[in-house]
């Protein structure tokens, strides 16, 4: 099993969260909320207005979002579905444990220093230079104040 973060469309209550739970795509299991060690920015892009997490650590906000436990079989489908390494590379971060659910309660969050674990993420270093200067976000609501409709994939 691999421990994934995720802080977009993926989420609870987001477009996309239906492919976390169709165990035909592979299991993942919500284990609790984080958000990132560093800080990053956290766009919403293209004519499709898709959250990306840019990655230029140090610049941003700590990005909120949710820690999965998932199979290899799921860590699969989600290079597929997040167009890796092309439009996302899968790479690990250091993830701030907010809320635990997972097996063993706060205890296996705190066993790493000070509740923080490494996850991999979807970021991207591939990316127009116009979107350095996009409004940054801390965290990602598809029906959120920013006004920006996500288009789901089969509506595109």
């Given amino acids: 099993m691999a421990r994934v ?9 987001q477009p996309n969260y ?3 739970i ?13 958000r990132t060690v560093e800080k ?21 906000h700590h990005i909120a979002g949710e820690i999965y436990s ?8 989600l290079d597929e ?24 309660g706060v205890g296996e969050a705190r066993a790493a220093a000070d509740g923080v674990l490494e996850c991999f993420v979807y970021s991207t270093a591939t990316y127009p230079p116009e979107w350095v200067g996009l409004p940054y976000h801390d965290s990602y609501d598809s029906s959120g104040k920013h006004g920006l409709s996500y288009v ?3 509506s595109r």
């Fill in 5 to 13: 973060f995720v802080y977009g469309t993926l989420k609870k209550g």
């Fill in 70 to 77: 998932v199979d290899e079989q799921m860590l699969q489908f």
């Fill in 22 to 34: 169709n165990t035909a795509k592979g299991l993942a299991k919500f284990q609790g909320r984080g």
């Fill in 152 to 154: 789901l994939r089969e």
């Fill in 81 to 104: 579905f997040e167009g890796c390494p092309d439009m996302y590379q899968r790479t690990l971060m250091r993830i701030q444990v907010v809320e635990w659910e997972g097996k063993g």
């Fill in 40 to 60: 990053y920015p956290l766009v919403i892009a293209g004519k499709y207005n898709i959250p990306y997490m840019l990655n230029i650590p140090g610049t941003g």
């Fill in 18 to 20: 239906k492919h976390m």
